[in-house]
Nanobody, 128 residues
Framework: HVQLVESGGGSVQVGGSLRLSCVVS????????MGWFRQIPDKEREGVAA??????????YYADSVKGRFTISQDNDKNTLYLQMNSLQPEDTAVYYC????????????????????WGQGTQVTVS
């Protein structure tokens, strides 16, 4: 049973940085396409970034709105997914969720929420 637990959210000034973490338990993170999503009230959850990563290769995908500012990565030894967020803007304010696709699938269509089986509880990011 895969569980995802996010941390690292908080309040930050415009232009600041935060790093979100998502610890995966119950299986090996390298088997999964992992993603970060965000949601604000009354809006659909939107894809922020996703990553396919095993011990030898890594492919990352980003929403246009965060390219050049956010970096997704994962540490397979720590079974942890990260999202480094720089140059934060008020429009980045949202609850951020990490998610995992079914094991041994890839990140094709990475921003489609229903393709992810496992979700964390979310962590609030507020930029002002």
């Amino acid at each position: 049973h895969v569980q995802l637990v996010e941390s690292g959210g908080g309040s930050v000034q415009v232009g600041g940085s935060l790093r979100l973490s998502c610890v995966v338990s119950g299986d090996t993170i390298g088997r999964y396409c992992m993603g970060w999503f965000r949601q604000i009230p009354d809006k659909e959850r939107e894809g922020v970034a996703a990553i396919d990563s095993d011990d030898s290769t890594s492919y990352a995908y980003y929403a246009d709105s965060v390219k050049g500012r956010f970096t997704i990565s994962q540490d397979n030894d720590k079974n942890t997914l990260y999202l480094q967020m720089n140059s934060l803007q008020p429009e980045d304010t949202a609850v951020y969720y990490c998610a995992a696709r079914p094991p041994n699938t890839y990140c094709g269509g990475w921003a489609v929420t229903w393709r992810y089986n496992y979700w964390g509880q979310g962590t609030q990011v507020t930029v002002s």
